[in-house]
């Protein structure tokens, strides 16, 4: 693996009294925000070869899917979903050498809406650190295994659009949580003491701590913050990605599906998302857009991040056309969606990608 990147800063000139450009007629110009170089969003930002983590382990398995096994008592785990309780499991999958690695840990649900709206909501799950040690791995114990809500092909379009939300935030941001598709098998103690097996599938988020040290980073802890707490740069560019997808459902005030970070490049915090089942380009059967936004449906897509300079709307737009190719290529390239709904996410992002052309639409959104 490779070494964990050193991190530049993008020294930025201020540009003055110039005049909007369409996104394709802008020339290579200096940015007139302090964003790290584009180097940082690759799939490149690994930890040292001596940190393996448990992500890491199974994010460097050649499958695009990597196979897994929990077994738990889930008939109880659903029927007291909303008490977010630990209880057993047994986590286990091929390593890359094919040997059969076999954990222990305790899993609970999580996610607030989809407790109320999912059969099969999401996954906290947490391993023995002394196990993980004395695996070989670092003692990172703490993941998110986001599931399939409910049984049946449209809800599992709905897990790979949402994994390939993540994927994209890689492309076009540099502080994101990587992702890895997972086919799952349930084995599910009853307490008649028979098994009943299921299969779905879904995807592992790598730990904070993870993150953390990939970028050098401290997870913050708190539950309150704003954009006055934010480093700008960073800040705006979430939160156009965030329009590009259409994502209403975050929020600073209460860090609703946010975290921030301090990195050592930036003296203030830089915001981190996740959690996009409600944006459009997912476009799932129960989202909803909160009711005191002006539009109506989360496929309408709605800027709620701060306000631009002119020069820093220049730089933002020269950031996401100078990613457009890449952004695109993510969901062409990823075979396991079929063909119409991969076009759908096209069309939906190149819809925003023809908004950043029109030169009155853009000064609404970005308020400059």
Known sequence: MKKLLLITLLTALFLSGQSFTPVNKIASHPTALNLPKTDRMTDSQELPSDSLTLF??????????????????????????FKEEYQPAIFSFRGPAGDSVQLEMKIKTRGNSRKQICFYPPLKIKFKKSQLQSTGLQSFNKYKIVTQCKPGGTYEEYIMKEYLTYKLLEKVYPYAFRVKMLNITYLDERNNGKIKEKQQIGFIIESEEELAQRYNARMIDR?????????RGPALHMSLFQYMIGNTDWAMPNLHNMKVIKVPEYEKLVPLPYDFDYCGLVNTDYAVVHESFAIKDVKERLYIGPSCEEGEARALLTEFVGRKQAVLDCINNFELLDDREREKMINYLNSFFDELDDERKMKRVLNY
């Open 223 to 231: 539950t309150k913050s704003g954009f006055h707490h934010l480093e």
């Open 56 to 81: 890491s382990l199974i994010d460097q398995l050649e499958e695009e899917t990597v196979s897994i096994t929990i077994q738990s008592n889930f008939q109880r785990l659903i029927s007291r979903k």
